[in-house]
């Protein structure tokens, strides 16, 4: 799941406290998921069990303790094995795509093609179902915006794939 490699990526950046985290990922990719409470602190309790993550207490004068997080050596595989772990399910979800996409430099080339070409495959498929549904037009203005809005969408995803396929060829 994204949100798990969003505070692993976070945490490889330095030493940080639990809101600080919550900040940065709503800065980083705020526009494309939300992340709350009852998400990150059970993440980062069970990341200190599995031992991807160390915590320390910040003891602060006049405010409240804080809980530093910090990335162990099995915290930074668990990031790559993640950024790697792509399938089928996931290539469908545009968020898990992206959020791929926007650590690439933490895979090799092969298997950011292999992401690509998942997402690619993914979107050939939900194009075709798009095309048929449109075939089967019934009068209703709105259901065929949503469908061209769809399609056009789709198109420039797959282009912009294709540009990005081609950079890693090229690296």
């Known amino acids: 799941m994204y949100i798990e490699l969003l ?30 409470h009852n998400m990150l ?34 915290g930074e595989k668990k990031i790559t094995e993640l950024v790697n772990r792509f399938s089928e399910k996931e290539a469908k ?6 959020i791929r996409v926007s650590l690439f430099h933490h895979i090799t080339a092969e298997n950011r093609l292999r992401i690509l070409s998942l997402r690619r495959q993914q979107l050939d498929t939900l194009e075709a ?3 048929q549904r449109q075939e089967q037009r019934e009068p209703d203005t709105f259901r065929e915006e949503v469908l061209n809005l769809s399609l056009a969408q789709i198109t420039g995803e797959k282009m912009w794939i294709d540009q990005l396929m081609g950079q890693v060829k090229g690296e």
């Open 7 to 36: 505070i692993l990526i976070q945490i490889e950046k330095g030493p940080r406290h639990g809101y600080e985290i919550k900040k940065q990922i709503q800065h980083d990719i705020g526009y494309l998921t939300d992340i709350n």
């Open 41 to 74: 602190y059970p993440t980062l309790r069970r990341f200190a069990e599995e031992g991807l993550v160390t915590k320390r207490l910040n003891e602060q004068a006049g405010r409240p303790n804080q809980t530093i997080y910090e990335l162990t050596k099995l």
């Open 93 to 98: 979800s545009q968020v898990e795509f992206l």
């Open 129 to 131: 179902d798009l095309l």
